[in-house]
């Protein structure tokens, strides 16, 4: 069984340029989380989506904004990108509603 | 808000050695879940614990959710240079959503061989 795919691995933007990162769950799992890790910060919650309806959502600005798809595919966009925004983006996906996550890879992004 | 101390931050030990680690909180947890993450990679569940005096193993791998439901350990004999990595601990209190997830700041486990 495949795992959690998130696209693409590694990303570099420019200041007040817009992402998208992509999230394809393991098959059969309907819950996407997302992440965003900093040394400095750890792991803190983004937002979270089951059958494309955002059940929770962490302390970050407005300019983070995801969905999930009929597929359960997810995407997360940051808008007018700041250097602080250079993080792991990390999408984790369950079968349900429950604790247990299963990590992508991440996406690493660059802010420049 | 509830926080979640893990310690310690870092751990230099010799190939073969046990290791031990833990998570304490400022309140109640019903979950306690532990990952490792290795470099460039996303965490990976190690164990997961729901019970309070839950002792579970995976391979090498010992973690007890904590009588008092603050706190939890993970344990690792006999360590091996693939054990390198960082451990998190994550806590949560009423289940349901991934959002009431606290996660540590991790372990930084350094193996030399």
């Known amino acids: 069984k495949a795992g959690v795919t998130q696209t693409p691995r590694y990303l570099i933007k420019t200041r007040g340029q817009q992402v998208t990162l992509s999230c394809s769950p393991i098959?059969?799992?309907?819950?996407v989380s997302w992440y965003q890790q900093t040394p400095g910060q750890g792991l803190q919650f983004l937002f979270e989506?089951?059958?494309?309806?955002?059940?929770n959502k962490g302390n970050f600005p407005g300019r983070f904004s995801g969905r999930q798809f009929s597929n359960s595919r997810s995407e997360m966009n940051v808008s007018t990108l700041e250097l602080g925004d250079s993080a792991l983006y990390l999408c984790?996906?369950?079968?349900?509603?429950?604790?247990?996550?299963?990590f992508g890879q991440g996406t690493r992004l660059t802010v420049v | 808000g509830q926080q979640l101390n893990q310690s310690p931050q870092s751990m230099f030990i010799q190939e073969g050695e046990d290791v031990s680690m833990n998570c304490t909180s400022s309140?109640?947890?019903?979950?306690w879940l532990w990952y490792k993450q290795d470099p460039g990679e996303g965490p990976v569940l190690l164990i997961a614990?729901?019970?309070?005096?839950e002792l579970t193993s995976n391979g090498r791998l010992t973690a007890q959710f904590g009588i008092t439901r603050k706190d939890s350990f993970l344990n690792i004999s006999a360590s091996i240079p693939s054990d390198v990595g960082i451990y998190f601990c994550?806590?949560?209190?009423?289940?349901?959503?991934?959002?009431?997830?606290?996660f540590g700041k991790g372990t930084k486990l350094s193996v030399k061989p």
């Open positions: 989506y089951f059958s494309e309806t955002q059940r």
């Open positions: 994550a806590g949560e209190d009423y289940g349901g959503s991934q959002g009431n997830l606290i």
């Open positions: 098959s059969g799992h309907r819950s």
């Open positions: 614990l729901y019970k309070a005096g």
């Open positions: 984790a996906s369950s079968p349900g509603l429950n604790t247990e996550a299963f």
């Open positions: 309140s109640i947890f019903n979950t």
